[in-house]
C-alpha cells in the first residue's frame, strides 16, 4: 500500500522549532520530488516547500525562506521539514506529498504556534 506519514507536529511557543517528517512506504521514493503543504484553518492548503528528487534544488514559499529548510533521505524513504523562528501564522495542518500526488492523502501533523 503507498502512502505517506507525517509526524513531529505540536504546540510551540512563538520563536520556537520543531521538525516534521515524513515516512513514505509502498512505492519508489528516491525518484519523486516531495513537498510539504500547509492548510491553516479556514483556508486552502498551500505548498510551502519543495525538494527535488536528489536534494539539489529547494524551493519555499517567501514567507518561509529563511526559516524553514526541507530535506531527505533517500536511503531512509523519508522527507523532512525543520521550521524556525515559528509564527503565529504558521499555525496549521502540514502535509507531504509527492509530485504527482499520491492519493489520498495522508493524515497531516498539527502545529499550533501560540504563546
Known amino acids: 500500500q503507498q502512502q505517506l506519514v507525517e509526524s513531529g507536529g505540536g504546540l510551540v511557543q512563538p520563536g520556537g522549532s520543531l521538525r516534521l517528517s515524513c515516512a513514505a512506504s509502498?512505492?519508489?521514493?528516491?525518484?519523486?520530488?516531495m513537498r510539504w503543504y500547509r492548510q491553516a484553518p479556514g483556508k486552502a492548503r498551500e505548498l510551502v516547500a519543495s525538494?527535488?528528487?536528489?536534494?539539489?534544488?529547494?524551493i519555499y514559499l517567501d514567507s518561509m525562506k529563511g526559516r524553514f529548510t526541507i530535506s531527505r533521505d533517500n536511503a531512509k524513504n523519508m522527507t523532512y521539514l525543520q521550521m524556525n523562528s515559528l509564527k503565529p501564522e504558521d499555525t496549521g495542518v502540514y502535509y507531504c506529498?509527492?509530485?504527482?500526488?499520491?492519493?489520498?492523502w495522508g493524515q497531516g501533523t498539527r502545529v499550533t504556534v501560540s504563546s
Open positions: 525538494i527535488s528528487s536528489v536534494g539539489g534544488t529547494t
Open positions: 506529498n509527492r509530485t504527482p500526488a499520491l492519493l489520498p
Open positions: 509502498g512505492f519508489t521514493f528516491s525518484p519523486y520530488t
